[in-house]
């Protein structure tokens, strides 16, 4: 059990709507959009600030303890993202933050965060060694050890996407990538009580999260992924605690589904994800839902890596639009006319509810 995360600790949903007023000053909503020809829509947290969601867990920790008056220094391990949202929220707070990466991050990742001025030391070949060799530093300094997942306040600020979601769509199902279970944890504290089901998505070989719910608490070291972002070997024990209850299911997804959901998300909808941040729509399409959601959560992918699976992954041409669509127009009954399928408009096509207010929300949630 990781000491920093007493068994005590609580978080709630009245702790995802205190995040969302202390962000609001630093971070713009992010679009969703409706991916047609995936029937789904997309939280697109790979335009968020640093590329990722993690800023908004990041900054509502140093929020917090600045309200809390705790002024030591932060540091923290990540396979990236986390770093990358912690360096811009220190900037942007004008206070110092260290932060250790494995080895093989990718480069855009520690480029970004040597971008926003916080120390980078690369260390180990996982987040998980990262991890470890953090600890030993803060533990000899005296530094505040920042989880990248297993911590309250970085848990509320993930949820805050949630929040967003519910406001732009009204969804039935939001899937979320799963690595120590940060982001899924926030997500359904903000969204479950509005009987929203959870869906988390994880890679074969790399569920961790997956087998400790199902009580494995055998340590496996992940396989080789696309998606380094949830490359995790332990998750979070206090975001186990939350998933257990909240989480309704997670779907594992093959490395080669993953690799052609990115393509297609490059190609179809010019929308350029990092695999972790293409995962939870990669799982999506094993999800049925009327109103589907799939976060996005990342785009830092190195320029190679994107190049490669641009030209090595081949996807299959998506299907046809169905015909039912066509069946329900009223065509002229003398002459029919004879047009292809999809040039007729989809009447299907969902479009959002009626735009609810942060009122409504927090009215729904306190209920
Ligand atoms: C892009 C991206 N998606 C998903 C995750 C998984 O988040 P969590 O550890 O909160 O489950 C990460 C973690 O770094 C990430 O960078």
Redesign the pocket.
């Known amino acids: 059990m990781d000491p920093a995360v007493a068994s005590d600790v609580a978080v709630t949903a009245a702790d995802v709507l205190a995040a969302q007023a202390r962000l609001r000053r630093y971070l713009d909503v992010t679009p969703t959009h409706y991916a047609e020809r995936f029937g789904c829509w997309l939280k697109l947290e790979n335009l968020q600030r640093t590329g990722?969601?993690?800023v908004r867990g990041a900054l509502n920790a140093l929020l917090a303890a600045r309200e809390r008056g705790d002024r030591r220094q932060v540091i923290t391990a990540?396979?990236?993202?986390?770093a990358q949202g912690m360096a811009w929220a220190a900037y942007r707070l004008g206070i110092p933050a260290i932060t250790v990466m494995p080895k093989n991050a990718p480069e855009t990742k520690i480029a970004g965060v040597a971008h926003w001025g916080a120390a980078v030391r690369l260390h180990g070949e996982s987040y998980d060694e990262a991890k470890a060799f953090a600890a030993e530093l803060a533990a000899q300094n005296d530094f505040r050890l920042l989880s990248?997942?297993d911590d309250a306040d970085v848990i509320a600020g993930?949820g805050t996407v949630g929040l967003e979601i519910a406001a732009a769509m009204s969804p039935d199902v939001v899937l979320v990538?799963?690595?120590?279970?940060?982001?899924?944890s926030g997500v359904a504290l903000a969204l479950k009580s509005q009987g929203v089901r959870i869906i988390g998505a994880q890679v074969e070989g790399v569920d961790a999260m997956a087998r400790a719910l199902k009580g494995d608490r055998g340590l496996r070291d992940p396989a080789t992924t696309l998606a380094d972002?949830?490359r995790?070997k332990e998750p979070g024990h206090l975001?186990r605690r939350l998933l257990e209850s909240l989480l309704d299911d997670i779907v594992i997804v093959r490395e080669a589904e993953l690799r052609e959901t990115l393509v297609r998300l490059a190609l179809e909808e010019h929308v350029i994800a990092?695999g972790?941040?293409a995962?939870a729509l990669a799982a999506g399409r094993r999800v049925a839902g009327k109103r589907k959601c799939a976060v996005v959560?990342?785009g830092?992918l190195d320029a190679g890596v994107l190049s490669r699976l641009l030209s090595e992954v081949r996807p299959r041409p998506p299907r046809k639009p169905r015909r039912r669509v066509r069946e329900r127009l009223p065509l002229p009954a003398a002459k029919p006319l004879p047009l292809p399928a999809g040039l007729l408009p989809d009447l299907d096509t969902p479009s959002p509810s009626r735009h609810r207010t942060r009122t409504d929300i927090t009215e729904e949630l306190l209920a």
């Not at 990540?78 to 986390?82: E, I, K, L, M």
């Open positions: 990722s969601y993690k990540s396979a990236g993202n986390h990248a997942f993930q990538p799963i690595g120590g279970g940060g982001l899924a972002g949830v995790v975001t990092e972790a941040g995962l959560s990342g830092n």
